[in-house]
């Protein structure tokens, strides 16, 4: 900890870099902290490929790069760029700071400029879309700075709900190169578009950044959103080259192909140098304390990640700390503040805290000290993950796996941005699957990256995107192929609903109400609910609808800008949480319950006695109270009851059913019956990100000694979205892997009982009782010696889907 160092300790010295493995040695020898390194894997520099930009590249362009004190591309950049004047949709799927940016920039910009020279100084124009407002922000300064020498050839403009109206005009009619985001492009621009019929008329290439992004029902929505623009360009006619830009992944065209629905080359060789990567993997100790039914604790990730950003600041080694949830990124930079007050306070202002929920004002200002270097240390949220171009830092610190390989590359990748050798930390918390990968350090460094999961044909993302396109051009029996094979058996519940009316020309939307507003691209739930200090009425920040429940309930501790409030109220009709400023000694973390019902069993595969199945289900969930937990420690002080309205959703899931024989067989009696399907329930839901392409907050999960609509002991993995996600579906096609690795995290564990390492889960609406430890662990046993042989389980062959108790039903309308 920070408040150990020597208090004679120079300021920080950010201009000498030392070596990854000095400054990883230097974190592991203070307090004996290097029984918390359980592996190390170092991954040595590389030489990178020099090529030439194509000759049709205009020479103005590749004098600008030059100027930036880039000679000459790497060879995957010149590939880029040659198929995209080729008129072919590409995807660049290499590391971080492998340029894919200029990869996609230099052909557009090219274009741009020659489209200058016609009449109307509009002959192209180009469409960037980014994840993260942030992300579109940094792309256009990098865009402006390099075309300052062409003037107004090429006109850069961001467009997001942070664009004054009084500039919106101008950029319509006039810019040449839209930086937006989905949503915008959703909302503001599709809705709008005989006002961008100039701009559409001349679309050339829309460049999808960071598509990787774009899984599950955030990227089945972007995927609909990209095929009603290609309609709209078709009427206007122009047919755009689509550019994308991806971290690495596997089979990057596969998934381009699916958000973009058209045929999409693939480069994946990364011709870019790299320097050295130290990457530890880091496990925080046991602590004193105990937990639910006694169960060990380990120091908090958070806290520990806080330690170790205090010590890498007072070093002077620039680190970005990513966390994976808003609250979490400002406990490590309040926590973070306090040690570094013990060493230096003038250190103390050089940390601070980056994550969306910010107002616009803040995000810039942060955005502005991190690139001049007047921060040192940051907690970040995914917001930052995200591609800025932040030179010059020396490490990053990752508090828990964040879901995906693809993500942990990504934020592994900010460091070292220059080239120099860099330092990344994984720092696990303590739960099932980051236990598992610091203790099998194989995971994560010798397995490829996850396939993205998404699909546009879910009927809850087709069906509202229907018919906002219907608003925007009446469809017509032409546009299902672009919409997907789900799209004909749609129109007629559309008619129905009364959402769509037929006429000669095709389906007309015939509501008042913006039929655009009926998707939600995010799966936020609604209208964001606004935090709102109680004593001003000042503005906070805001919370998605989805999270309000468990986020900003009655009682809950929220953090903004390093500062503690407690809500006092939470009006879930006028979408406002009421806060007043707090200094509680605790953090609150939300409890629920579920119930689960089967509406369809769409594929199902006998694994011995027992059954693995796949369909439709109906859950219903209600936030029923909250811990109070010590900070730093997590130990628990206490539950308060709650009192919100239950939740209602049709999803789809993943099960598994045991026999009375397996059981037997297992020897587990009635008594340990529901503590081992719960733990196993527990971790296997821990496990599955590995697997999927998910976070563990995606997907939810049931176990019932006996179902009443499967008459066996039964557990459930659902995904936490109306219609699904593609998680569940992947736990079925990867099942044998997935419950394997699950019952390895459970046996593995050093607790004796159950501890939040291996079955306990942070948020069981049960406080984790019954759980069963050791009996999970013979249940899943029993389950894997009738797994088919293979991969996962042999492909069911998709049937009449039945209900509950297997009679044929017809296939269910959203």
Not at 8 to 35: E, H
Not at 90 to 107: H, N, R
Not at 333 to 350: F, N
Request: include cysteine; charge should be negative; aromatic fraction near 6%.
């Amino acid at each position: 900890m920070a408040k150990n160092h020597r208090p004679d300790r120079s300021p920080p010295n950010t201009d000498a870099r030392p070596a990854p493995r000095t400054v990883l040695d230097r974190l592991a020898a203070w307090q004996g902290r290097a029984a918390r390194i359980t592996h190390t894997e170092h991954l040595p520099p590389r030489e990178g490929r020099h090529a030439v930009w194509p000759d049709r590249i205009r020479p103005e362009i590749i004098a600008a790069v030059q100027a930036a004190g880039i000679d000459h591309p790497w060879a995957h950049q010149a590939l880029a760029a040659e198929h995209a004047l080729d008129g072919e949709s590409v995807v660049v799927a290499t590391g971080t700071a492998s340029g894919k940016s200029l990869a996609y920039a230099v052909p557009v910009l090219s274009t741009l400029l020659d489209g200058s020279e016609a009449p109307n100084g509009r002959g192209a124009t180009a469409l960037y879309l980014a994840p993260a407002k942030a992300l579109a922000a940094d792309q256009y300064r990098a865009v402006k700075n390099l075309t300052a020498p062409l003037g107004t050839s090429v006109r850069p403009a961001v467009y997001d709900g942070d664009t004054p109206v009084e500039e919106r005009e101008w950029i319509r009619q006039y810019a040449t190169y839209v930086l937006t985001n989905p949503d915008m492009l959703h909302l503001g621009i599709l809705p709008s578009h005989p006002r961008w019929s100039s701009f559409l008329r001349a679309l050339r290439y829309v460049v999808v950044d960071e598509c990787h992004i774009y899984r599950g029902v955030f990227g089945s929505h972007v995927a609909q959103v990209l095929r009603r623009l290609r309609r709209l360009c078709a009427r206007y006619g122009s047919s755009p080259v689509f550019l994308l830009a991806s971290a690495t992944a596997a089979e990057p065209g596969v998934a381009a192909g699916r958000l973009t629905g058209l045929p999409v080359r693939e480069i994946a060789d990364d011709a870019s140098p790299r320097g050295e990567l130290a990457f530890a993997l880091w496990e925080p100790p046991l602590t004193e304390f105990h937990g639910e039914k006694g169960a060990p604790v380990r120091r908090t990730a958070t806290a520990e990640t806080a330690d170790l950003l205090a010590d890498l600041v007072v070093q002077g080694v620039r680190t970005v700390a990513f966390v994976r949830s808003r609250r979490g990124a400002e406990l490590i930079s309040v926590i973070t503040q306090e040690r570094l007050a013990q060493v230096d306070g003038s250190l103390r202002g050089r940390v601070a805290a980056y994550r969306g929920g910010y107002l616009a004002e803040e995000r810039r200002a942060l955005e502005r000290a991190l690139h001049s270097g007047d921060l040192l240390g940051l907690a970040a949220t995914t917001a930052l993950e995200l591609g800025i171009d932040v030179a010059g830092l020396d490490s990053v610190l990752i508090c828990g796996y964040p879901g995906t390989r693809a993500s942990l590359w990504q934020q592994a990748g900010r460091a070292g941005r220059a080239g120099q050798g860099a330092l990344a930390v994984l720092v696990a918390r303590d739960d099932p699957l980051d236990t598992y990968l610091v203790h099998h350090p194989e995971a994560i460094f010798n397995r490829p990256v996850e396939s993205t999961v998404l699909d546009p044909d879910n009927p809850y993302v087709l069906t509202p995107h229907l018919c906002a396109a219907a608003a925007e051009l009446p469809l017509t029996e032409d546009d299902f192929a672009l919409f997907g094979p789900a799209t004909p058996g749609l129109m007629p519940q559309l008619e129905e609903a009364k959402l769509l009316r037929r006429r000669a020309g095709g389906w007309h939307w015939t509501r008042r109400e913006r039929a655009a507003d009926l998707a939600d691209l995010r799966g936020r739930g609604g209208a964001p609910v606004q935090v709102v200090e109680s004593g001003t009425g000042r503005l906070l920040g805001t919370v998605d609808a989805s999270a309000a429940h468990t986020t900003v309930h009655e009682g809950a501790v929220h953090l903004h800008q390093g500062r503690t409030y407690q809500v006092r109220a939470l009006d879930l009709d006028d979408s406002v949480a009421l806060v007043e400023a707090a200094e509680p000694p605790y953090s609150t973390v939300a409890r629920d319950t579920t119930a689960i019902s089967v509406l369809t069993t769409d594929s199902e595969v006998p694994w011995g006695d027992g059954r693995l199945c796949y369909g439709s289900v109906e859950v219903v969930n209600q936030v029923v109270s909250f811990l109070r937990r010590r900070l730093v420690t997590g130990e628990v002080l206490g539950e308060t009851k709650l009192d919100l309205p239950p939740r209602t959703l049709r999803t789809r899931a993943v099960w598994w059913t045991v026999t009375e024989d397996q059981l037997d067989a297992a020897r587990i009696g009635p008594e340990q019956l529901g503590g081992a399907l719960h733990a196993a329930e527990h971790a296997s839901i821990g496990i599955l990100p590995l697997f999927a392409t998910c976070d563990r907050w995606d997907i939810g999960g049931v176990s019932v000694p006996l179902h009443p609509d499967t008459l066996l002991p039964t557990v459930f993995v659902y995904d936490g979205h109306a219609g699904g996600a593609g998680f569940a579906e992947r736990a079925f096609q990867l099942a044998r892997e997935w419950l394997t690795a699950t019952r390895e995290a459970i046996a593995s564990c050093e607790c004796e009982s159950g501890c939040p390492s291996c079955v306990q889960s942070p948020k069981c609406g049960n406080g984790n009782d019954p759980l069963h430890k050791r009996g999970a662990v013979r249940l899943l046993d029993a389950l894997l010696r009738g797994a088919p042989t293979g991969q996962g389980p042999a492909p069911a062959i998709p049937s009449q889907p039945t209900g509950p108790r297997g009679e044929p039903v017809a296939p269910e309308a959203p």
